[in-house]
């Protein structure tokens, strides 16, 4: 795997000790606002704490594009909840702000 350039809006995220880089690039954007709603929504619903584990994991999984097969949107979602939530807020907020502020 290539390493994260955060200068891009890239993230990492350890999943079963591989080391996924979350790209936010447009295609990618609109298949996670196709599956979870706009993604102004879900920005202000992390703002607020209302973000839920499966939306987290769903934008993950969107963002996480080329990976081994063996890693699926429920290894991501236990690999959010073996972090816990201070443990991948930084990966979440880096996205997030990206969907925000473009490059």
């Not at 447009?26 to 298949?31: D, E, I, K, T, Y």
């Not at 080329?66 to 201070?86: C, F, H, N």
Request: aromatic residues 2%.
């Amino acid at each position: 795997m290539s390493s994260a350039n955060p200068h891009r809006g890239e993230a990492r995220l350890q999943v079963g000790g591989e080391t996924l880089v979350l790209r936010p690039s447009f295609s990618a954007l609109v298949a996670a606002e196709q599956e979870l709603g706009p993604l102004f929504a879900l920005v202000e619903r992390a703002s607020e704490g209302k973000l839920a584990l499966r939306e987290i994991a769903a934008l993950f999984d969107h963002l996480s594009g080329a990976r081994p097969k063996a890693i699926t949107r429920e290894r991501i979602g236990d690999a959010v909840v073996e972090q816990g939530l201070a443990g991948i807020s930084p990966t979440l907020r880096l996205v997030l702000g990206q969907i925000l502020k473009g490059k």
